[in-house]
């Protein structure tokens, strides 16, 4: 089993920025892919972006391009996720995830191994 531990979020005012962190602990060696997902109140639990162990690439919804970064510690199995120019939109509980090989790092309803999760407000 792949265990995950998140930090950060909180209560920001619209255009601040917050940092999340998760590190990952247990049989980390079977997963490939590790980021974040995020649900709002009343909606699907959706991709935010995610980083590749094994090539380094970075993936990021499109709804969060140019605003978010990924990046990972290797040495520390974690990975953060750096959100600037936050809007109430962004408001959620967002999901530390990490993915075997050969399989979907962006369905939600895909195999992840979750983190318990962390709420983000943004207030106007």
């Known amino acids: 089993q792949v265990q995950l531990v998140e930090s950060g979020g909180g209560l920001v005012q619209a255009g601040g920025s917050l940092r999340l962190s998760c590190a990952a602990s247990g049989r980390t060696f079977r997963t490939d892919t590790m980021g974040w997902f995020r649900q709002a109140p009343g909606k699907e639990r959706e991709f935010v972006a995610a980083?590749?162990?094994?090539?380094?690439?970075?993936y990021y919804a499109d709804s969060v391009k140019g605003r978010f970064t990924i990046s990972r510690d290797n040495a520390k199995n974690a990975v953060d996720l750096q959100m600037n120019s936050l809007t109430p939109e962004d408001t959620a509980l967002y999901y530390c995830?990490?993915?075997?090989?050969?399989?979907?790092?962006?369905?939600?309803?895909?195999?992840?191994?979750w983190g318990q999760g962390t709420q983000v407000t943004v207030s106007s």
């Open positions: 995830a990490t993915t075997p090989p050969g399989e979907s790092y962006y369905l939600a309803n895909g195999n992840h191994y």
């Open positions: 980083i590749s162990w094994s090539s380094g690439s970075i």
